[in-house]
């Protein structure tokens, strides 16, 4: 497997993304956000967490604009694999490869804490590690993580199995208790709890170990 991680003036979850990767075998090549090509090869492209251009206008907006951006969408709409993790999953909304927006959390403050996630499908290359309703423990860290679709959307989300994730104990107010989801062709995966930051029992937990050994399993490359 080799992924790309795209690097935005103000990520911070860059390298940590990275680290995830490598542990399962990953070839990670770190992708500046001028850039405008991905590198010869990239299964899949790793929008990491953080704070792009400070939060300014709205989160992710800015980096949605970028140049690599341009080529992020190009890599999905050929059916390549993309991961957005807390602002990677708003600069996906951002882009229009995944559907909804991210709101600022509905007690207005910024939430740092592991949270019960529950898995609502495995049948994705991310989830396809856990048995699908498995509760997972994974940290959260984010201002503006409330997920909000109109009910048509919602309703499809659901109806095509696209919620990946679920809140056990909902913690900013997304609706149906959204944490995560899916694009149509499921190789596109939105998601605000940090897997990255579960991935090694040094971190206190590796319930996320299982999302980067799945992706590596599915993406072997030679
Ligand atoms: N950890 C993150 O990626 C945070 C995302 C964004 N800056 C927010 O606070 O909502």
């Not at 341009?70 to 996906?92: D, K, P, S, T």
């Not at 592991?114 to 049948?123: E, F, I, K, N, Q």
């Not at 984010?142 to 990946?164: C, M, P, Q, S």
Request: glycine content about 14%.
């Amino acid at each position: 497997m080799h992924a790309a991680v795209i690097v935005f003036p103000g990520s911070n979850c860059d390298r940590d993304l990275a680290v995830a990767f490598k542990a399962v075998g990953a070839k990670v090549s770190m992708v500046w956000h001028k850039d405008t090509s991905l590198p010869e090869g990239v299964d899949i492209v790793g929008v990491p967490g953080g704070f792009s251009y400070g939060d300014y206008l709205r989160c992710g907006a800015i980096a949605a604009n970028s140049p690599i951006c341009r080529e992020v969408a190009a890599h999905a709409e050929r059916g390549g694999y993309v991961m957005g993790i807390c602002n990677g999953f708003q600069v996906l909304t951002e882009t229009g490869l995944l559907p909804g927006a991210l709101l600022r959390n509905a007690g207005l403050k910024y939430i740092c804490r592991t949270v019960p996630l529950r898995v609502a499908t495995a049948d994705s290359d991310y989830t396809s590690g856990y048995e699908a309703g498995a509760m997972i423990d994974i940290p959260i860290a984010h201002h503006d993580g409330n997920y909000f679709a109109d009910g048509d959307t919602i309703a499809k989300l659901h109806g095509e199995d696209r919620v990946a994730f679920t809140y056990g104990d909902n913690p900013n107010g997304s609706q149906s208790d959204i944490a995560g989801i899916l694009s149509s062709n499921r190789r596109v995966l939105g998601m605000m709890p940090h897997p990255e930051r579960a991935a090694d029992a040094g971190h206190g937990g590796t319930d996320g170990a299982a999302l980067f050994r799945a992706l590596a399993g599915a993406l072997v490359t030679a």
